[in-house]
């Protein structure tokens, strides 16, 4: 079985608009700039999918199974990887907030 669970933050204020205009635009402005931290990441991985002519996926094979010896740009290129699906992940969980509940 697959429950989603769900959390509920209750707030109390004697200005209710106001709070959920704030959340609002606070979690407006961090999907913008996770979105920009996105496109950057994508690019820097771009870059050395051009300069090793590898796919990113094709490259974590690789150092994975200790086929390629250590530089500092493939430290680089995997913390690229990393930052990419870290990025995607808190895109996706503020995309899918439900803020018209608040």
Same mark, same amino acid.
Do not use: C
């Given at each position: 079985m697959n429950a989603k669970i769900t959390n509920i933050i209750k707030l109390r204020s004697n200005h209710p608009e106001l709070i959920k205009e704030m959340i609002q635009s606070d979690f407006a402005k961090r999907l913008q700039s996770l979105e920009l931290g996105l496109q950057k990441t994508q690019t820097r991985l771009e870059q050395f999918e051009a300069k090793y002519q590898? +796919?990113?996926?094709? &490259? #974590?094979?690789? &150092?994975? +199974? !200790?086929? *390629? @010896?250590?530089?500092l740009d493939f430290d680089e290129w995997l913390g690229e990887a990393?930052? *990419?699906? %870290? *990025? @995607?992940? %808190? /895109?996706? #969980?503020? =995309?899918? =907030? !439900? *803020?018209?509940? /608040?």
């Amino acid at each position: 079985m697959n429950a989603k669970i769900t959390n509920i933050i209750k707030l109390r204020s004697n200005h209710p608009e106001l709070i959920k205009e704030m959340i609002q635009s606070d979690f407006a402005k961090r999907l913008q700039s996770l979105e920009l931290g996105l496109q950057k990441t994508q690019t820097r991985l771009e870059q050395f999918e051009a300069k090793y002519q590898w +796919s990113t996926e094709t &490259f #974590i094979n690789l &150092f994975t +199974s !200790d086929q *390629l @010896q250590h530089r500092l740009d493939f430290d680089e290129w995997l913390g690229e990887a990393w930052m *990419l699906a %870290k *990025l @995607q992940q %808190k /895109i996706a #969980i503020v =995309e899918n =907030e !439900d *803020l018209n509940q /608040i």
